[in-house]
């Protein structure tokens, strides 16, 4: 959200007078890199949630239906990543602080949480390189000798993200 730009272009997304029914969201481990620390991060989300609130508000003042926000939180890094600039420890903190960034400016329906669905995958490579879920597996030998199953994690994601799309409350 840091480019003017790109601002410009999601609010076109919900300036005209069919918006998105759904709006998904998340926060990726390249956040973990991007922000050196905690406290820089809070501001950062806090400018994150105030943008999608403003948003959300020129909706409610247009008197048009407000979209369905839903925040799906990063995955856990796993095997040799874990040591990372974006180790689970911090990625978990950043998430605790995006969602509690939303809720404070009323922005988010409901939360995924990838996180604790990727965690029992983190300790190491089984279902991800370190970073990476989704990619299709080879039939190769991975880090650890084995051969693994690397979409497993992003297909477990889809049937979660269809369930919330289709249940609606």
């Keep these: 959200l840091s480019n003017a ?3 410009e272009l999601l609010k076109g997304y919900f300036s005209h007078e069919v918006v998105p029914d ?6 990726g ?3 973990g890199i991007y922000w050196p620390n905690l406290r820089h991060f809070i501001k950062g989300a806090d400018y994150a949630a105030a943008f999608w609130s403003e ?4 909706l409610r003042r247009k ?3 407000l979209p369905e926000v839903i925040y799906r939180t990063t995955v856990t890094t796993g095997g ?4 990372l600039g ?3 420890s911090k990625m978990e903190a950043f998430n605790g602080v995006v ?3 939303l809720r404070q400016y009323n922005v988010i329906s409901r939360v995924i949480d990838d996180f604790d669905m990727t965690f029992p995958w983190h300790y190491d490579n089984r279902a991800n390189d370190g970073v990476h879920y989704g990619r299709a597996p080879l039939k190769m030998k991975w880090r650890d000798g084995q051969i693994g199953h690397q979409y497993f994690v992003d297909l477990m994601l889809g049937h979660v993200l269809l369930n919330a799309l289709c249940t609606r409350s």
């Design 5 to 7: 730009e790109y601002r």
């Design 22 to 27: 759904t709006l998904i969201m998340n926060s």
């Design 29 to 31: 481990l390249h956040d």
């Design 55 to 58: 948003i959300l508000e020129g």
């Design 63 to 65: 008197g048009m239906p």
């Design 80 to 83: 040799y990543a874990r040591s």
């Design 86 to 88: 974006f180790n689970p």
């Design 99 to 101: 969602i509690d960034k």
